[in-house]
């Protein structure tokens, strides 16, 4: 489990990271553990305060027999491609965007790694 959420950090670190360098109103990150695939979003709504939330998981299948399950979560990649359409967008003004930005605790998410 202490991996998972190391994982989970790192995922974190690097979607704040490049939230930050890429001037991003939001950004999506994945975490994959096992054959669940979550989602998740992280936003920056207001000055150093950085919101990370789950949007939805997808269970893969480890059965060619069990694969049309996949079928029946359509609806959740659908709201992934969908979220990430509409949220996951530039920044429409980057100067006042990096004056809410915060520098990471951890300098680089190598540094997590150690």
């Given at each position: 489990?202490?991996?998972?959420?190391?994982?989970?950090?790192?995922?974190?670190?690097?979607?704040?990271?490049a939230?930050?360098?890429?001037?991003?109103?939001?950004?999506?990150?994945?975490?994959?553990v096992?054959?669940?695939?979550?989602?998740?979003?992280?936003?920056?709504?207001?000055?150093?305060?950085?919101?990370?939330?789950?949007?939805?998981?997808?269970?893969?299948?480890?059965?060619?027999?069990?694969?049309?399950?996949?079928?029946?979560?359509?609806?959740?990649?659908?709201?992934?491609?969908?979220?990430?359409?509409?949220?996951?967008?530039?920044?429409?003004?980057?100067?006042?965007?990096?004056?809410?930005?915060?520098?990471?605790?951890?300098?680089?998410?190598?540094?997590?790694?150690q």
């Amino acid at each position: 489990m202490y991996l998972v959420c190391q994982d989970f950090l790192l995922v974190a670190i690097f979607c704040k990271n490049a939230l930050d360098s890429q001037s991003m109103v939001r950004i999506l990150g994945l975490q994959a553990v096992g054959r669940t695939i979550a989602f998740y979003v992280l936003a920056l709504p207001t000055s150093g305060l950085y919101v990370m939330y789950e949007i939805t998981k997808v269970q893969i299948s480890d059965l060619l027999q069990n694969l049309s399950k996949l079928i029946i979560d359509i609806s959740d990649l659908l709201l992934v491609l969908n979220v990430y359409d509409r949220v996951c967008i530039p920044s429409a003004s980057p100067k006042p965007f990096n004056d809410i930005a915060r520098q990471s605790a951890a300098p680089s998410w190598t540094s997590c790694l150690q």
